[in-house]
């Protein structure tokens, strides 16, 4: 099949080269002339386990090609929008500039037969409004929608290998024939037995920012109950684990500490109440702004919690800051909790030296204030406080009486509860965490 990939940010950089390693013959288009130079030589503008070694192997193919010419559009046949939908400055909505503007730039190169296929997360309604901007471009195309569930850090496989694949198709005689091509885009993964919802646009617009508000949720709900620990000396992790025990509720999902940050989760629960306002159903999500507020109250608290074992100042403290990207496996920064915690900290009058494995970079442009250091060892000397707010596997796997030898002052908050508090204890550490004795 013969596809482009409009948006070759993190969604789109995955999915054209996944589906060129399936087979497919495919352009990745973007603006950003910086990416799709890297993209083209087989780097990835990001960090993301996989990719860069999937881009050589499709680029070899001669399968993979990047472009910033959206014209060369017209020789192909399905055509993905994988552009952002951020929120907007100072509303809760999604702004779908860039949508609005790659389908309205895609639609003057449409051809009879050819299928748009949105990937971008979108309120719903979105679809339906595309849908007939593209029919008055060209009568003969068809749009259908179809969501996207990659996460970050485990994109490639996520790609490869989705759990469901949601078609929202069109209404009336498009249907079947979009069907048909969205079949034969998905041939391998339907043939491995991944089940299929197909659909209308609004159901499939629904799935999606249903399934982020409800990810969302649970991770809400247990540091909801990490709150309750911290004020009766319960331990969040073991209820965590004891009720994840139940098949209905499940373990994943359910680490409390920090809470979600990134790209998708905050600006999805947001960009959806707004959204369920201007349809008048605004009361049925009114608990998504509760579930925002409990995931910023771990900001506060991982900072309150810093200066108690600080012993109630922060003031020409050195803290060193372990952890800045969303989450491990990734560089993504964006409203990225560890990071939101270290301006905090220095905001508050505390020395911070920051390290995290891949982040840096990201952050040093955001925060230039914040002081790096090139290594958790480097952070650490002669720090007053360690705070780890991000699980990287070489945190988790620290040894705390190695590392004990590098601090000035051996006091340690387990943002992420992703310490054995009896190891760092045993190693003379002061150890603190949300949700945790
Ligand atoms: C999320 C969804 O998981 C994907 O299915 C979806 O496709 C994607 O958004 C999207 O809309 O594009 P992602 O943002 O990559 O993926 O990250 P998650 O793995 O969902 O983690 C989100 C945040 O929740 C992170 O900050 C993570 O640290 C936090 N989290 C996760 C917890 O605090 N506790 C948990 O138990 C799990």
């Not at 192909?76 to 500039?97: C, M, R, W």
């Not at 409004?129 to 029919?135: G, I, S, T």
């Not at 919802?197 to 969302?216: H, M, P, R």
């Not at 190891?423 to 945790?436: D, E, F, I, S």
Request: charged share 25%; with cysteine; aromatic share 6%.
């Amino acid at each position: 099949m013969r596809m482009t990939v409009i948006g070759c940010g993190y969604l789109g950089a995955v999915h054209a080269a996944c589906m060129a390693e399936l087979g497919h013959e495919v352009l990745g288009i973007d603006v950003d002339a910086a990416k799709i130079e890297a993209l083209a030589s087989g780097r990835a503008p990001f960090y993301e386990p996989g990719l860069p070694e999937l881009l050589q192997s499709a680029a070899a193919t001669g399968r993979l090609k990047f472009t910033t010419d959206m014209s060369l559009a017209a020789d192909y046949d399905v055509h993905f929008i994988a552009v952002g939908t951020p929120q907007k400055k100072g509303e809760n909505a999604a702004d779908l500039t860039y949508v609005d503007a790659a389908v309205a730039s895609l639609s003057q190169h449409l051809t009879p037969g050819s299928l748009v296929v949105g990937k971008s997360t979108v309120p719903v309604g979105t679809a339906r409004r595309l849908a007939e901007a593209v029919k008055a471009a060209q009568p003969e195309a068809e749009l259908a929608w179809n969501p996207e569930f990659l996460r970050e850090g485990f994109a490639v496989e996520d790609t490869l290998r989705p759990d469901r694949i949601v078609y929202g198709l069109p209404d009336g005689d498009g249907a079947e024939r979009a069907k048909a091509q969205l079949d034969e885009v998905y041939a391998v993964a339907l043939g491995n037995e991944t089940p299929l919802v197909t659909t209308g646009y609004e159901t499939a617009e629904l799935v999606k920012v249903s399934a982020n508000a409800f990810l969302a949720t649970k991770i809400s709900f247990i540091n909801a109950i990490a709150e309750i620990a911290d004020v009766t000396g319960a331990d969040v992790t073991k209820i965590a684990d004891a009720i994840g025990y139940d098949a209905r509720i499940g373990r994943r999902f359910l680490n409390a500490g920090l809470g979600f940050g990134g790209g998708c989760l905050p600006k999805d629960i947001r960009a959806f109440q707004a959204r369920a306002g201007e349809l008048g159903a605004d009361q049925a999500l009114t608990f998504l702004r509760e579930v925002d507020q409990i995931n910023q109250r771990r900001r506060v608290r991982a900072v309150d919690l810093t200066r108690e074992l600080l012993d109630g100042s922060l003031l020409g403290k050195k803290v060193a800051v372990l952890g800045l990207a969303f989450k491990p496996e990734s560089d993504d920064i964006r409203d990225s909790p560890s990071l939101d915690v270290a301006t905090q900290l220095r905001a508050q009058g505390a020395r911070v030296v920051a390290f995290d494995p891949q982040a840096v970079e990201n952050a040093k442009r955001l925060r230039p204030e914040l002081d790096y250091a090139a290594s958790a060892a480097e952070a650490a000397a002669d720090a007053d406080a360690v705070v780890v707010l991000t699980e990287w596997k070489e945190f988790r796997d620290l040894d705390p009486a190695a590392f004990g030898e590098l601090v000035g002052g051996k006091r340690v908050l387990d943002g992420r509860n992703c310490l054995d508090p009896e190891q760092w204890r045993a190693a003379g550490w002061r150890y603190r965490a949300l949700g945790r004795p």
